[in-house]
């Protein structure tokens, strides 16, 4: 195209120009693109490379390979899972009992928020434990009326069921019986006290002596103890002295008494003779006197030379209920106090006694005139986390508001006891203990409502316990979820379809990688194709490793199995890995173990208190010599001499605490510990309080920080953390109360040690009570724990690496920043970033040589243009002077 004046078309003879000097760009962009295609590629093999490692991740470990199942006949009774550890078996599960958290109840007061007591600080103390003693209420003796004509029918309910009595119901056996016939639906059983006469019924026994036609007769429980006719002789009277021989040892009198289940303690001589009837029958004792008044003289109650007209004493005795799992027990019917019962809802433990488990923490909870309300005592101690859950139940009567208190901590060992102690010299709040207190073995002003119980059963016929409704090791490698009460099977069996199905994954792993690498390296004959990265050295390396790794064996081993053809995998002829079933089922049959060994990091060791704990990649398999020079130790302070019972603590003691302490120190493990105030009767019985106060100390356990208070061989009391090594350590400082100088004496803390020693004659690296080979060593990674022993050889430490563990590791290597496939696409990123520059260094070359061409084209078209115009006027003149001439 050309404007006017011009002669030359400049931009198409640019343009035209500039196609030609631009051609080079075209190689660029070839050169880019081709790049571009191998990065593609070699994504994809990162991809394929990261696939694979995925599928190898729940290969690496052994526990997959070793799985069981364990499988109850009634699933709605029982569920069960089993580790490795367990063996095959059949076992029969009895289900007796359920595990439940106790629960206490205060007494009904009018308004939740209305302060209770002065306000004064009173500490309320939470310790846990087991509690002795049986559950109930005691009765008194049947009254008058029933004795004489039993307990009438519909007189007593027990838990809404009625109570069969009736005219032969008077006596404590007879109710107690019919009252356990129904015990399978109230959970109620009755025992009945023994029937005892008075120590002192013969205190006032005098001579009898008969005249006349007078005749006297004394038994016992229809027994006949002494008998006198008429015309007592002198010296022949029935005397206190006569009574006791007739009741001698191995005599017919005393062998008679013992057929008819009453036993005899004192002596009439001494005036303490007693008899009781230890089945709760009645027991009459019967003077039956004859003739006219004044005839008989002497007997019981009657001096000598006294008028004795007879006597009959009927002695009754009462029953005592007990609740089958602690729960309250409702009396009811017609006339309860027939049978010595009174209407109404209670119980408590009778004869109790607590004692305290030192693993469960303590709490305490501090009260004053800013929470003493129902509702504030709740919300201070749901606040304090202790253990205790708080709620507040309304039951609708005149006095309707009850705090309710339930266990965090199920089974027996879960118990509560609560104290109140006062502050800074004060006593405890009355109304807040007479409200709130509750010792089994004391006074039990809160009721229960639901007991601490363990789940029982039986396995096998064996008895087991466990304090929740989660029982493990009752079979060893098994955890069995109790649902319900009830009998049923447990089968435990290898999981083979798991472990087959674990093998199987293996393989197709592989096969999957396998098939990507062919896709990308290989060349396709049919479509004439070749894959991107066909002849590349980090793809063929690639490979090669892999199978490399598959072809070789695996060393460290101790087991039958030591490569992948024992159980039946093998390469096929296309390179892909192949599966042998049978070959597998017959090593799973014989060899079930030792397969996990062929994929899994397996660590083992020759002494049973040393453990392996984990591995790197860098660990080498072998087997290790190990060789302890010193044991880990625990923080501790000891007391400067043996303790003896009973130890005292005084009201408001608090100490300072240091736990686990870094240097320099730090705050937060320094904490206030409570300790409960009271007499504790032995060194034992405080230890275990002293242990629960510190790990209820919420600093301590919201760090999982613990200590451990025992009574050493010595009789000393030894605190010590629960943690071992350097960084273990105990101190403590008098706050209030009781100085720790009383308890421990003068002695100084010591603190904890690190375990050392060699692997292998490696150096290693101990931490508490685990070592951990140094780098650049064979055992370099490998981390085993050392829980107890002495010093010196301690046996061989095994490590062996199976392929999918090694195949993981491998494949970390190809992936990470120094691998093969980061270094390759590092370096095309880095050309196509090159190429970028050239071709953007001759693009901006192109743009001054077109600048070039159009100067040089339109200073042509100028010259000529104006050569153009010369020649015009030229011709013009030239016909001008033709037509002149």
Known sequence: MTTSGSVLDVNTIVSQLMAVEQAPLAKFDQKTASYQATLSAYGSLSGSVGVFQSALGGLTNASTFKALTATAGNSDMLSATANSKAASGNYQVNVTQLAQAQTLTTNGIASSKTAIGTGSKTTLFFQFGNTAGSYGMNGTSLDSTALAGGVSNGSLTINGKAIATGSATNSARALAEAINAQSTSTGVTATATAAESSATLFAGFGPVSVTGTGTYKLSVGGVEIAAQDANTAPGEEITATSLDVALGVNSPVRTALSNAGITVTGTAEAGDLKFTRADGSNLNIDEVVTGDVGEVQGGIGKAAGEANGGSSLKIASSITLTSSNGSPITVGGSNPAAAGLTAGTGGSYLSGGFTQDATIASGSVVIDSTNNSLEGIRDAINKAGIGVSASIVNDGSGTPYHLVLTSATSGNKGSMKISLSGSEGGDAETALADLLGYDPAGAQNMKQTSAAQDTKLTVN??????????????????????????????????????????????????????????????????????????????????????????????????????????????????????????????????????????????????????????????????????????????????????????????????????????????????????????????????????????????????????????????????????????????????????DIADIFGGTTPVEGLDVAGTLGGHAVVGSGQTLTGKGGTDVEGLKIEITGGTVGDRGQVSFSQGYAYQLNNLATTFLSKTGPITSRTDGINSSIKSIAKQREAFADKLTSIEARYRAQYAKLDATLATMQSTSSYLTQQLAALAANS
């Not at 099977?489 to 792993?509: E, G, I």
């Not at 060791?605 to 990649?617: C, H, P, Y």
């Not at 510190?694 to 605190?719: C, P, Q």
């Open 461 to 738: 016929g064996i008895a087991i316990s466990s304090s929740s409704s989660s029982v493990s090791e009752a079979i060893q490698g098994v955890t069995m979820n109790v649902k319900q009460l009830g009998t049923t099977t447990l089968s435990v069996n290898r999981d083979t379809n798991a472990l087959k199905t674990s093998v199987t994954s293996f393989v197709k792993a592989y096969n999957d990688l396998n098939s990507s690498l062919k896709k990308l390296t290989g060349y396709d004959a049919e479509t004439k194709v070749a894959g991107p990265l066909q002849g590349d050295a980090a793809a063929r390396s690639v490979q090669s490793q892999v199978r490399r790794m598959l072809g070789a064996s695996v060393n460290g081993l101790s087991g039958n199995l030591t490569t992948l053809g024992q159980i039946g995998i093998t390469f096929d002829k296309d390179g892909t890995l192949k599966l042998d079933d049978a070959k597998l089922a017959g090593a799973i049959q014989n060899n079930f173990d030792d397969i996990a060994g062929l994929f899994a990091a397996i660590g083992t060791s020759t002494d049973n208190q040393v453990s392996f704990v984990s591995s790197t990649a860098a660990t080498k398999p072998g087997k290790y010599d190990l060789n302890i020079t010193q044991m880990a130790t625990q923080g501790s302070l000891s007391s400067a001499a043996a303790l003896a019972g009973p130890i005292t603590i005084a009201a408001d003691t608090t100490w300072g605490l240091t736990l686990n302490d870094s240097k320099p120190p730090v705050a937060t493990n320094t904490a206030t510990v409570t300790i409960p105030a009271g007499t504790y009767k032995t060194p034992e019985e405080f230890a275990k309080v002293l242990q629960s106060s510190i790990n209820g100390t919420a600093a301590f356990s919201k760090r999982s920080a613990s200590v451990a208070v025992t009574i050493d061989s010595d009789g000393k009391l030894v605190l010590s953390s629960t943690k071992y090594g350097s960084a273990s350590n105990v101190g403590l400082t008098k706050l209030t109360g009781t």
